[in-house]
């Protein structure tokens, strides 16, 4: 169970254009799903937290306009990079919280996407 | 200051070799701790949580000293398997549980033949 999926697991993409990245959890519905982005030899930063029908929760430094998140149901988030550059190529991972466990600390992972913006 | 503090590495250890993994945290009110694997290009997945008591599972054991803001992981017996990038995780938060989670960058383990 607490099965985490992400789509697409790589993805190439000309410099000034959007990628979507879903985040879906297969098996439980989770509240709360979480973005981070991974540089290479870098710990994983958080970006933003999402919630189930509110507005995404952004880190200090992570622009609101350029990466878009919307978390429309319990079972689903997405994560838009708008006109993506070079310097936003990186692992994208997202992460899961058990709805019905609220305050359960533990976080499901999804599988990642690596990004390469030319 | 890093929130979370790990040496990165590498760590260079024969098999059957035990191996300890420190980390320091910088919040004193943070109160849910985890060792977590991550293998190269993949997600990181949990490997266990630490509580204030000390825990082991197999060769595995963890301990917190809060006194010191301090995290451990130690492994025993270790496997050519157990090769991978371990990162000490803080969870921040002492109240309103946001389940926001502080990664430390990460202590690399090379087991050898």
């Known amino acids: 169970g607490a099965v985490v999926s992400q789509h697409p697991s790589w993805v190439i993409c000309k410099s000034g254009t959007s990628v979507k990245i879903e985040c879906r959890s297969l098996?439980?519905?989770?509240?709360?799903m979480f973005w981070y982005r991974q540089f290479p030899k870098q710990s994983l930063m958080l970006m933003a937290t999402s919630n189930e029908g509110s507005k995404a929760t952004y880190e200090q430094g992570v622009e609101k306009d350029k990466f878009l998140i919307n978390h429309a149901s319990l079972t689903l988030s997405t994560l838009t990079v708008t006109s993506a550059h070079p310097e936003d190529s990186s692992f994208y991972i997202c992460?899961?919280?058990?709805?019905?466990?609220?305050?359960?600390?533990?976080?499901?992972f999804g599988p990642g996407t690596r990004l390469t913006v030319l | 200051r890093k929130e979370v503090e790990q040496d990165p590495g590498p760590f260079n250890v024969p098999e059957g070799a035990t191996v300890a993994f420190n980390c320091t945290y910088s919040n004193s009110a943070s109160q849910s701790f985890f060792w977590y694997r991550q293998d190269c290009r993949k997600e990181p997945k949990l490997l266990m949580s630490v509580y204030s008591s000390g825990n082991e599972d197999g060769r595995f054991t963890a301990q917190l000293n809060r006194a010191s803001q301090y995290i451990s992981l130690l492994i025993r017996d270790s496997k050519l398997s157990d090769s991978a990038t371990y990162l000490c995780?803080?969870?921040?938060?002492?109240?309103?549980?946001?389940?926001?989670?502080?990664f430390g960058q990460g202590t690399t383990l090379q087991v050898k033949p």
């Open positions: 098996d439980f519905q989770a509240t709360t």
């Open positions: 992460s899961a919280r058990v709805a019905q466990q609220a305050s359960y600390n533990e976080q499901f």
């Open positions: 995780v803080v969870n921040p938060n002492p109240s309103g549980n946001t389940g926001k989670l502080i």
